[in-house]
């Protein structure tokens, strides 16, 4: 098992967990810092007082019972829906790719692709608001022309990591795609 610390296509910290259960197995974790309470203090102290500030010229209670709901449940859906902690990748040899999203509430999001559908995993480039980045992504293959690409499904979404964390997942899944 081996820890190594990255960042993303914005500089902010993240961490790569590489383990290696054989020599046709091998996992990628990618972790995204944890949700700062700081910064949710911050938004919802604002939130509040923009609130109150409203409440005070208004004399209106319904301003003020609305923007605490609505911090509420935006907060609730953010973790729930948005906020990712961490993304894996476990590649089997003779088998396929297993892709895992966790998110800040708990829940899980798992997708599988048989190896037979899998023509390769590859580094792509993408122009990202003004910047060029860089991806992992996995080409799958047409099954009316295996020589043809159907789709193609990118990879770590959401943490966004950069090339020279891509380009060790890249080298190590390519070894087990050749063993196949």
Same mark, same amino acid.
């Given at each position: %098992?081996?820890?190594?610390?990255?960042?993303?296509?914005?500089?902010?910290?993240?961490?790569?967990? #590489?383990?290696?259960?054989?020599?046709?197995?091998?996992?990628?974790? &990618?972790? @995204? /810092?944890?949700?700062?309470?700081?910064? &949710? %203090?911050?938004?919802? #102290? #604002?939130?509040? +007082?923009?609130? *109150?500030?409203?409440?005070?010229? !208004?004399?209106? !209670?319904? &301003?003020?019972?609305?923007?605490?709901?609505?911090?509420?449940?935006? %907060?609730?859906?953010?973790?729930?829906?948005?906020?990712?902690?961490?993304?894996?990748?476990?590649?089997?040899? @003779? +088998?396929?790719?297993?892709?895992?999203?966790? *998110?800040?509430?708990?829940?899980?999001? !798992?997708?599988?692709?048989?190896?037979?559908? =899998?023509?390769? =995993?590859?580094?792509?480039?993408?122009?990202?608001?003004?910047?060029?980045?860089?991806?992992?992504?996995?080409?799958?293959?047409?099954?009316?022309? /295996?020589?043809?690409?159907?789709? &193609?499904? /990118?990879?770590?979404?959401?943490?966004? /990591?950069?090339?020279?964390? +891509?380009?060790?997942?890249?080298?190590? #899944?390519?070894?087990?795609?050749?063993?196949?």
């Amino acid at each position: %098992m081996e820890d190594e610390l990255f960042t993303d296509i914005n500089g902010k910290a993240i961490s790569l967990d #590489c383990q290696s259960h054989s020599s046709f197995c091998r996992e990628f974790t &990618v972790s @995204s /810092p944890k949700v700062s309470i700081g910064k &949710v %203090m911050v938004y919802t #102290c #604002c939130v509040w +007082l923009a609130a *109150y500030t409203v409440f005070f010229f !208004t004399e209106n !209670t319904a &301003v003020l019972s609305s923007a605490i709901i609505i911090t509420l449940v935006g %907060m609730m859906l953010h973790i729930h829906f948005v906020k990712i902690d961490h993304e894996s990748l476990l590649i089997i040899g @003779s +088998l396929g790719i297993q892709l895992s999203s966790n *998110y800040a509430s708990g829940r899980e999001s !798992t997708s599988f692709i048989e190896m037979s559908k =899998i023509k390769d =995993i590859v580094i792509n480039e993408a122009v990202y608001m003004h910047r060029i980045i860089y991806y992992l992504c996995i080409l799958l293959k047409d099954p009316s022309d /295996p020589n043809e690409v159907l789709s &193609v499904v /990118p990879l770590f979404q959401s943490s966004k /990591p950069r090339l020279n964390c +891509l380009e060790k997942v890249y080298k190590s #899944c390519q070894e087990i795609l050749s063993k196949c």
